[in-house]
């Protein structure tokens, strides 16, 4: 039998609160959320809460926060709401920007006490950005994207203004987009099915790379394909993309193999960009194969890949060879004078004797049937197995409009791969995004959105805040070292004062953090 007294301690609740805080260091994100200019932005492209409730500004804001602080669903808004000196600033900070007198009474039918707005209240503001008649054409086996419509369309400006706000104190005069698409899985009954067999519904996503910014995202069903209306989402994302770019990249994977796509890009159709390089994943299909197949041997290039850090990096070959195609499509196919397609192909040895045994060619005198194997084994056919000189390959293949080395192209192509599965891993797992608030295909929209601001906001905390050696921590290691900090509020000379322990880190980084936030603020173009 356990003792009643086996724990040095007990837990008392107390009604009174006493100003202290859990998280400190989310009043520092708060601080860079209006030093941004986001409150303008919000209040001027929003407009969902004009006059009554609370605002639009307090709405996104505390969503804001709870996705940085790692709630997942909107009733943790009360976790934040019962953090005594959170809340306290929180509501003057809000204040700031609410009217005053009787005009601020008016917002409310009741009073209310609350800092954060109610769980009830969120969701009925995100109910605001659903638009009924969007949402009643979304049907099984019809790709149609509800085209955000009212407040939910204001997300874009309020995007775009925070993109040229950061411009100005961090400029960058090269973008490089990256494009992909993320399934958001969910349990709610008007989700539609995705290609893989699950509801979901779907975000396809421009990552700008050189500012680690999601610039656009687009929300819709699942069972529309990631590719779908991929050149009319590129050129909305290039009107997001502030002063100073003069240089735009693009990098996709083979859902933006595109034929409107391509030669948008490589014929300079873009009346302030010009021609736009890219490097796009290129669909390995017969005529291709046919292609690498004619190819010599001595066609092939190794590619190499740097293992250790520092002193002990050394380059090593990584099992892969590449080699440039002769290969033009019709549909890509130019006049004399017209754009120059490359296609590089790829290829890495096929060697798996304990699930494939008896395809892959290593018993003396065996044939090699890959074409057999993919029948016996679907999931191959994604590898395009080939025979080349006698032994099987997985083949990959990239198109480009850009004249760089074969080795350095496709590297740089591949940061995208990482860089994108990251961001979406962030976005669903270690944010909020994943987390589908509700039934409503408008509120989710408007959810997906906020956790996209989150995430933007966050990252600039991290690259030009914090110290350089935190601009590539992770949410949780952000959270555990820097934003979980216990502080007291305290009232001192007419201003309010957060004391934190300097016995602990995070405390000393907040006191660094607060004037390099000052700082970053206060520059000018």
Known sequence: MVSQNALPFHYEMESQSRGATAWAGLLAIEGLFYGLGLHHSIGKHIKARPTQGYSDVQQILSLVLLNIAGGSSVDDIDHLEGDAGLSKLHALA??????????????WRTATERSFPSPSAIRAYLRTFDDPGESSKRRKGNAFVPLPKGHLSGFRGVIRDLLAALQRKSPESVATLDQDATFLPTDYEEALYSYKGEKSYQAFNTYWAEQEMMIHSE???GNVPPGYDQLRLFRESLSQLPAGVKTVRLRSDTAGYQ?????????????RFGRINFAISHPVGRDFREAVKALPEEAWTPLYKTVGKGRNARSVFSGQEYAEVPYVTNSLSTKRDGPDYRFLAIRERFIDLDRFAGFSGEAPGQ???????????????KLHLEVLNGKCYK???IVTNMDWDGEELIRWHRQRCGKSEEVHHILKEELAGGSMPSRHFGACAAWWWISVLALN????FRRHILPAHWARCRPKTLRFRVLAVAGRLVRHARQWVVK????NPGGNLLEQAQWSLERFCRLQP
């Open 367 to 381: 044939q090699l049937l890959p074409e057999l194997a993919e029948e016996q084994f679907p999931s191959l056919r």
């Open 94 to 107: 809000a204040a700031r920007d609410l009217p005053r007198g009787k005009a601020l009474l008016a917002r």
């Open 259 to 271: 034929t409107d796509l391509l030669r948008y890009c490589a014929e300079g159709r873009d009346e």
């Open 457 to 460: 906001v966050m990252n600039i």
């Open 395 to 397: 083949i990959f293949s």
């Open 219 to 221: 929300f819709r069903d």
């Open 500 to 503: 934190l322990s300097g016995h």
